[in-house]
């Protein structure tokens, strides 16, 4: 019988921006290749630092505004929630009115996903995104702006059935499953894990200081390290249904992708390719200059 052809993968309806989605770890003080991008499409506009995966936030938004004023970002604000009901507060509000991009910093992506998902605050979130800003999330940001999260999971090792915790997130991106730090705490085996209890979601692990750049239809890499990419959609068994917990996975089949900056992932086939010409001198720009930052 004919293999039908896997869906294709997409960002969530909800708007038009573009998604920087990073790994952890992003380097501050280097070259920075991945704050420059979030720069460069914040422009002469304010970008807004939600520090609320932390439940100790001190220092998080120092640092960063630092590294962005050093790129010439100059107008950075914090957004923090001591608790979900701050996220009807109009001042929280306030900080998101007319702002051109959102940073989610590391920490619980449950702590995110709790205090904002279905909430005013979060539609200003959307908003955002819908003209056309930028979302940003490193580490717990990272995995918070999918449909489905992952929580927990055992890293270093094969991946032992019951062990996986999965949660909804806050839906920026559809279809994908994102792990970060990903090489650095030997994840491969909590990423298979979640492709094989849904394989029609493409997992996506995303090393420290590595970064994709979401768009319409593909995703581009930034940064130091790999992007490692499990699609499960040929999977033609596994035994995550058939076993009982603490049983190692088995799952045949299934289709690995490794990239690296300069390479694209073409998400309605389902395929990496090259970068272009002009797509390569704008990665070219990145590590070798400031830039100038577009127009709010």
Do not use: W
Not at 129 to 158: D, F, P
Not at 268 to 274: M, Q, V
């Amino acid at each position: 019988m004919p293999k039908r052809k896997p869906e294709p993968v997409s960002r969530a309806t909800h708007g038009r921006g573009v998604l920087i989605v990073i790994g952890g770890h992003e380097d501050k003080e280097g070259d920075r290749v991945i704050l420059k991008e979030v720069a460069r499409r914040v422009g002469r506009g304010r970008l807004v630092i939600a520090t609320v995966g932390s439940h100790d936030p001190e220092g998080y938004f120092d640092t960063y505004r630092e590294a962005f004023k050093e790129l010439g970002l100059e107008k950075t604000v914090e957004l923090y929630l001591g608790d979900r009901e701050q996220a009807h507060d109009p001042k929280k509000l306030e900080l998101l009115e007319g702002a051109k991009g959102v940073f989610f910093t590391g920490g619980d992506q449950l702590r995110i996903t709790s205090q904002l998902g279905d909430t005013p605050l979060f539609e200003r979130v959307l908003e955002v995104y819908k003209r056309g800003g930028v979302i940003c999330g490193t580490s717990a940001g990272a995995s918070a702006l999918c449909t489905t999260m992952l929580v927990r999971g055992n890293g270093e090792e094969s991946h032992r059935l019951g062990t996986l915790r999965m949660a909804p997130g806050l839906g920026l991106v559809k279809h994908m499953v994102i792990d970060q730090h990903f090489a650095e705490r030997g994840r491969m085996g909590r990423l298979l894990g979640a492709v094989a209890l849904n394989p029609v979601e493409l997992g996506v692990g995303i090393d420290e200081d590595t970064a994709i750049v979401l768009n319409n239809s593909s995703f581009s890499v930034l940064g130091s390290g790999a992007v490692y990419v499990v699609d499960g959609s040929s999977v033609s068994y596994s035994n995550i249904a058939e076993g009982e917990d603490e049983r190692t996975l088995s799952i045949f089949d299934v289709r690995l992708h490794l990239l690296a900056q300069g390479d694209v992932f073409d998400l309605a086939e389902r395929r990496p390719r090259k970068v272009t010409p002009r797509e390569r001198k704008h990665l070219e720009e990145l590590a070798g200059g400031e830039g100038e930052g577009d127009a709010a």
